[in-house]
Structure formats: C-alpha cells, structure tokens
C-alpha cells in the first residue's frame, strides 16, 4: 500500500525474508531494501547462494568480484543504519548453501575479521564492540548461518567428499572431504560464534507451503522460516499477568483469561496485516496470501519462579507444555474461524494437501 508517511500504515511487522537473484541490479535493490526495514526497526534475512563465485566468469567477459565482496558491502551497509533510528544495530541475517563455490570463504569470515580485530586491539586501540577496532573489520553486523542438507551430513559422518558447484553452469569447483569442511565450521563456531547451522532437509519436510515454494532462509534470530519476499507479524502474552491469588493465600493462574488473550492478540495480529504497509510489493502481496504470524509468551522463568517451581524439573516443564499447547490451540482456532469467516489467504487453498502435515509428523 503506497502512503504518503511512514506513519499512516507503520510497518507493524519486525520479520522478513528477502529474495536475492544474480543480477547486479537486483543485489543493490535488496541494499535498499533492507535499508527501509532497519530504518523502522524490522530485521530481514536472505539466502545469498543465487549469487555466482568469485571463480564464475561474467556474461560480458571477466570474473565475477564474487559473493564475499558483495557481502562485505551489505555488512557495511547495516552497521550505518541504527534499527528504528535509535541506538540498536540493524538485525540481519545471511543465510549461504553447503554447496556455494565460496562457502569456506563464508564459514572462516568473522574468524579472520575476528584476528585483525585482535591485532588492532593488541595496538592500543579500544576493545568495545563500537570501538575503532571492531569498526575497521567487517563481517560485524549479521548473523551468519550455513544451510546443511541430509546429503551433506550423511557425508560427514562417512568420511564422504562433497562438491561445491558454480551458480551459472552448474559445473563442480571444488571438491573437499565433507568431515574436513564440518570440522571447519565446528571450529569457526567455537572461535566467533559464527556461522549458525540451519538444517534445510529437516525445515523443508515440515514446510506447510511446499506447493508455493522451498524454505531457504530465515529472519534474523531464526524463529520465522517461511518463503522468500515475506513478513512475520510476531507478539507475545506476559505470563506473569496472569498470577491470581487463590483463596488459601497461595498462587495460581487465570486459564481463561489466558485462553481469551491468545484469542484476542491473534485476532489483532489478523487485523495487523491488513492495515499495515510493506518494503516491496511482492512482500505485500504475499503477506496478504499466507498471513504470517507468530504468537508467543514471555517471562516463563519469572511465572516458575513465583509459583515456587525450579525452570530445570519435571513441573516446570510440565507447565511449559501446558501454556504452549493452550495458545497454539487458540491461535489456530482463531486463525481457523478468521479464514472460514472472510474466505481469504488464497496460499493456504494452494497449499491445502494434508501431506505437508504428514511429512512433518513422520519426521518427529
């Protein structure tokens, strides 16, 4: 929905996921893109495997300047936007395929960057996180994270090769020992903390929306994974707001009015997505198709607590399973009658086969 203020229909999602194609152009309309959502606080993620090796030939002629370069440019993009114009970094997310030309480049990125941080900081320069030091080395500002298929751990754990393939020709670049490249990443993870492991064979059997498209990336904290070119409204219930005193004096918990408040947020999440506006048009219509939203609860730990009962034991977690089977089912009731009531999200008549449902049950 084109406004003429960023305020008459605010962009009340804070979770996207964008497409990236191996196009020039395209690659600096994402720029602008993931611009406009750290301007108004929102985080995005992409998967950037479509984009060709530095080994890859050009179609005018010349070598391609490669992934890695174009990423340094994004990553130095996001540390100069500060998330909703105040003080947080911009929330970014880069997602690369085991079998991308340049995925040990990618898996050793912050671990080098990490070094001359190191070495600046072995100078005398200041060692904070917004420090000269940390300010001069790139790769700072995403979270990084590998997309691992059952193919490529099947070979690691035989002592297998596995093949890296160039984005144009599909052609083999590389060939490793894929135990070699696991190592790889368990020893970059130890020293950084980078990259994350997203298991793309396992997301895609649970996918509920095979027949649109595959999963291939995720938001930036990982806990939105849906198609490409869309947007997650998420909220959350304090749990504590639902202590009550019970009339011996000892603490319980308002089911119902739990049981309502689940109703009543997802039901203004529905209304959200309607009434809110979007980065690109692709992104709103899709949106407005699926729907996307996620509802969750905070301050589990603070409820335990109050009610005597120790996070790590059996009660705890007893508690844990009953607050999140009671939302789940009331958001999907509520999203249910939504969609029987207003005839809408056309993705989900597309994707209606029951099989997407059956492969995630079988695989649990």
Known sequence: LETTTAYERPQCSACFIQSVNDDLMGIFDLLK????LFKYGSGTGSNFSALRGRQEKL??????SGLMSFLEVFDRAAGSTKSGGTTRRAAKMVCLDMDHPEIADFVTWKVREEKKALALIGAGYPSDFNGEAYHTVSGQNSN????????????????????TRARTTGEVVDTYNAKDLWTLVAEAAWACADPGVQYDSTINRWHTCPNTDRINASNPCSEYMFLDDSACNLSSVNLTKFLVHNADGSLGFDVDGYRHACRVLFMAQEILVDLSSYPTPRIAQNSHDYRP??????????LLMALGLAYDSEEGRAWAAALTSLMTGHAYATSARTATRLRREPGWRHDRPAAAWHRCRDSI
């Open 33 to 36: 893109n993931e611009a406009r």
């Open 59 to 64: 179609s005018g002629g010349g070598t391609s």
């Open 144 to 163: 990084n994270s590998i997309r691992v298929t059952d193919e490529f751990m099947r070979a690691a754990l035989s002592g297998g090769s596995w093949q």
């Open 293 to 302: 939203l996620g509802l969750g609860y905070a301050n589990l730990g603070a």
